[in-house]
Every structure is written in structure tokens, then in C-alpha cells.
């Protein structure tokens, strides 16, 4: 299992690679509330890393987590996983004794340990989406901005769609959020980091909002692993 056999080499085993002051990403084209959602869209790719991170073979992360059930103010604290490998992609929570997760894409279907949600695919939503918007099937179009950050909308063919809002400064995805399946999954980057080229998100949390109330999740990475060798095993749906 990968709460077992990944977190064991996680936060508390190794330190984060180490990175130059001077960031090695290329800077983006400048933005303003007068750019085209494709002009948003290349600049938000470029900011991401460019062609590193459309490249990118693997992507790991590890480090805590601290848990908002609705309505309350109280969390609970975990560790947590969270494996990208071309298409597929898997997100291990423990928070034990009182709550464990894990979320599962293996490339064609998904699986989700909280009863009666399926959570997105992770290839057809959010930042992934950035290295595809020029291919055909896909739409780029304009969102209201949101404060001070610019909206752009990344739609495919099949309609699944991902709603970005990037810093005007920077490029940089700030926010996105998924409408999916009657819910909504939304993300918000705080601290990002460059490894290799490649901006990594280093403190982000996550919404998702149900009948019951909208769920709380505060990361914070410990631990960046770039381009290794991952088993095809962490993704086979148990």
C-alpha cells in the first residue's frame, strides 16, 4: 500500500531537493485584465515550468495535512502522498484514528474511498489541462476575474472543464476550481517552489463542497521527487 510503503520514505526520511534562490524557470509573457484567455493560458503554462512540465515523468509528494470536516473549526492532522505519473495519479491521506483517504486514477477510471464520490480524473482536470489547451477538442475562454487574480476557462471535446485564476504578476496558478458530478472541487497554491524548472505548489489547500457542507484539506509539502521511477503498481485499484 502506498500509506505503508511511500510515507515510510516521506516527510521525516529526506529533506526537500535543494533549489537555487534564482528561479530556473523561464519568465512568462506578461499578463494583464486585457490579455486573451489564450494569452492567459500560455503565460499560466510557461509559469508552470513551460516544457519541463509538460515533459514531467513523475511527480511525488509528501508531507502534512490538516483536515476541516464542515462546520468545524477544529482539525485534524495527518500525513499524506500524492503520486502523478503520466495520466495516473493517486493521493493517500492518513489522518489515523479518525479518518484515512485515498484517491485513485489509473489512467482510465477512478476510485474514491469516501462513499458516493468520484472524484475527477485526474488527467481531464486542473493543472494537467494546461498542457493541452492548444490541442484539438479544447476551448479557450474568458471567466470574470476573481479580486485581483485573471479568469480563463479550459473546456475538452467531452466538456469536462477547469476554471483557472492566475496572479497578473507572476502567471502563476493561483486557484482553479472543477465542477464535477454535482460537486465542486476547488484548489488554492499559497507557496510554490521551483524544482528543476518545474513550479511546484509547497503549501495549497482544497474544497470540496457537498450537501453536507464544503470539506477543508491544508497541505504542506515536506519532501519533492522529480522524474523517479514510480511502480505501476501504486495505481491498481483495490
Not at 500560455?42 to 464542515?70: C, E, I, M, W
Not at 489547500?205 to 521527487?225: C, I, N, T, W
Request: hydrophobic fraction near 40%; charge should be positive; aromatic fraction near 10%.
Amino acid at each position: 500500500m502506498l500509506s505503508t510503503a511511500v510515507m515510510a520514505q516521506g516527510p521525516n526520511s529526506a529533506k526537500p531537493t535543494p533549489t537555487n534562490s534564482t528561479s530556473t524557470i523561464a519568465t512568462p509573457p506578461a499578463i494583464t485584465a486585457n490579455s486573451t484567455p489564450l494569452e492567459l493560458a500560455r503565460a499560466a503554462l510557461a509559469a508552470q515550468g513551460g516544457d519541463k512540465f509538460k515533459n514531467l515523468r513523475s511527480l511525488v509528494l509528501f508531507g502534512t495535512v490538516d483536515l476541516y470536516a464542515p462546520t468545524s473549526a477544529q482539525s485534524i492532522p495527518g500525513k499524506f502522498a500524492l503520486v502523478t505519473s503520466g495520466e495516473r495519479m493517486r493521493l493517500d491521506v492518513d489522518a489515523s484514528p479518525m479518518f484515512k483517504f485515498k484517491q485513485i486514477y489509473d489512467g482510465q477510471q477512478s476510485y474514491s474511498s469516501i462513499p458516493g464520490v468520484q472524484t475527477p480524473p485526474a488527467n481531464k482536470f486542473g493543472l494537467p489541462v494546461l498542457t493541452k489547451f492548444d490541442q484539438p477538442g479544447y476551448t479557450v475562454s474568458a471567466l470574470p476575474n476573481d479580486k485581483k487574480l485573471l479568469g480563463f476557462r479550459i473546456v475538452d471535446a467531452d466538456g469536462n472543464t477547469t476554471d483557472f485564476y492566475v496572479d497578473p504578476a507572476t502567471a502563476r496558478v493561483m486557484k482553479y476550481k472543477i465542477p464535477y458530478n454535482g460537486y465542486m472541487f476547488g484548489t488554492e497554491n499559497s507557496k510554490f517552489k521551483d524544482f528543476d524548472g518545474v513550479l511546484v505548489p509547497m503549501s495549497f489547500s482544497q474544497r470540496l463542497e457537498m450537501p453536507a457542507g464544503a470539506f477543508f484539506a491544508e497541505y504542506k509539502v515536506k519532501d519533492v521527487k522529480l522524474n523517479q521511477p514510480v511502480s505501476d503498481d501504486v495505481f491498481v485499484i483495490q
